[in-house]
Structure formats: C-alpha cells, structure tokens
C-alpha cells in the first residue's frame, strides 16, 4: 500500500481558530482597533479586507464566531445596531449579552454603527440571518 506523501508546513493546529485567513487578520489587530462580524445581507465594502466564511443560512452565525474568538482577543468595548434589541427576542439579546459577559455594550443606530465599519481592520462575513445581527468589536 503505497504511503501518502507529507505536506511540509508548520505546527497543525489543534484548538482555537483553524482558519488562517481569520488568524492572519485577528493578528493585525491593535490596541483600540476594530473588527466587524456581519452577517449575510451587510454591505461589503472593497476597501476593507473582508473573510466570508458564509455557508448556508445561519451557518456559522455571528454568535459562533464571536464565542471562537473572545478567548484569544481582548476586546474592551463591542458595537451594537440599537435595532438588535427592538427587533429580536429576549433570548436572542441575552445570548448576545451572556457571550459577551462583562464586554461593555455600546448601542448606536445601525446608519451610525455602518460608518464605523471602514476604519476597521476588517470585516468577517457569516450566514447568520438574525435581524440587525452584526457587531464590532474595538480591541482594549
């Protein structure tokens, strides 16, 4: 039986965030810079480094891809649409606020939370298909 050729490379990994396009970009992040998670209607900008990782509706959703990254990003204030809490369901919000644990939430209209998006380091595409579901996070 023939031996299957090894691929060189480094470590493989084996915990936290597999995708080396999602590493790459979560590496680039600084002090008090920004990251946006949006889901799969957000307008894209062609300026701004974007990583769709969309597969199907609501997969992955905003929340997966959140609860993946706050362990290894510090994040000292998270960017909300006021929108999220009027058009959603209570267990909706506080599934939001419980990821977020003691992350201060800053609520802005989604027209004002939209003009943050460009000065941010990048921007990660899900599937989520929950209203006014898209967050930014600012590093502490």
Sequence with gaps: MPRLAQRPGGPLLKTGILNPAINSLISRVRHTNTLVIADRGFPSWPQLETIDISLVDDVPRVLDVLSALLPNFSCGRAYIAEEFEVHNNAKTVENLRSTLGSIEIIRLPHVELKKRVPSATGL?????????????????
């Design 124 to 140: 990660i595409r899900t599937g989520d298909t929950v209203q006014y579901a898209n967050i930014i996070l600012e590093s502490a």
